[in-house]
């Protein structure tokens, strides 16, 4: 079966100071997918990066990294200088796909930066 | 990117009443649809996966005669809540996704049941 896990369940930082989240999933599958979603409070998720198993290259985007590590099956989520409008619920998830046929989302980690 | 607008964004309504609660894809024809169902501070759950022209698949556990989900065209897909009660108070949220392309998900519904 598949899980993901989401060990932190909230984090405050100091705006500014960098963040990371963790995820760790389990999976069967040789070919997966794991995707990034934000939750602000207004309740829509915000699509941040998908990731298939067989690309292990780490990947930055602005203030946004991500460590995808195969052996550790984990892929985790770092933002740098963190920002207040970075606060919001985080989810990790696991697909079969490649176009999110069937998540399994993990149970979320709540961001606050504080000012 | 793609669009997929959910409709109502919040809704109240009593106890043994029924809600209907629409996901539209805007600019793809969404072959699949997804319905999940997220309690306060929790995940995710999926309810029940819903393909065009077909009768959804539901997620064990899930209620396939209190919640209904009709996806009668390729653009819209409903779920209802029937003889809705204050248990049944959560937040909503569907993703559409096409043949080829990602799923996208909507801005999702708070549903409150006095």
């Known amino acids: 079966a598949q899980k993901v896990t989401q060990a932190q369940t909230e984090i405050s930082v100091v705006e500014k100071e960098d963040v990371t989240l963790d995820c760790v999933y389990e999976?069967?599958?040789?070919?997966?997918?794991l995707f990034w979603y934000k939750q602000p409070p207004s309740g829509e998720l915000v699509f941040l990066i998908r990731?298939?198993?067989?690309?292990?290259q780490n990947e930055i985007s602005g203030r946004y990294s991500w460590n995808f590590q195969k052996s550790t099956s984990s892929f985790n989520f770092t933002i740098t200088a963190s920002q207040v409008v970075d606060s919001a619920v985080y989810f990790c998830a696991l697909s079969e796909d490649n176009y999110g046929q069937n998540f399994v989302f993990g149970p979320g980690t709540r961001l606050s930066v504080l000012p | 990117g793609a669009v997929v607008s959910q409709h109502p964004s919040r809704v109240i309504c009593k106890s043994g009443t029924s809600v209907k609660i629409e996901c539209r894809s805007l600019d793809f024809q969404a072959t699949t649809m997804f319905w999940y169902r997220q309690f306060p501070k929790q995940s995710l759950m999926l309810m029940a996966t819903?393909?065009?022209?077909?009768?959804?698949?539901?997620e064990q556990g899930v209620e396939k005669d209190k919640f209904l989900i009709n996806h009668a065209s390729l653009t819209l897909s409903t779920l209802t809540v029937t003889s809705a009660h204050p248990e049944d108070s959560s937040f909503y949220i569907c993703?559409?996704?096409?043949?080829?392309?990602?799923?996208?998900f909507g801005q999702g519904t708070r549903l409150t049941v006095v």
């Open positions: 999976t069967r599958d040789t070919t997966y997918y």
């Open positions: 993703s559409a996704r096409g043949e080829f392309t990602e799923a996208f």
């Open positions: 990731r298939n198993s067989f690309d292990e």
């Open positions: 819903s393909n065009e022209g077909s009768k959804a698949t539901y």
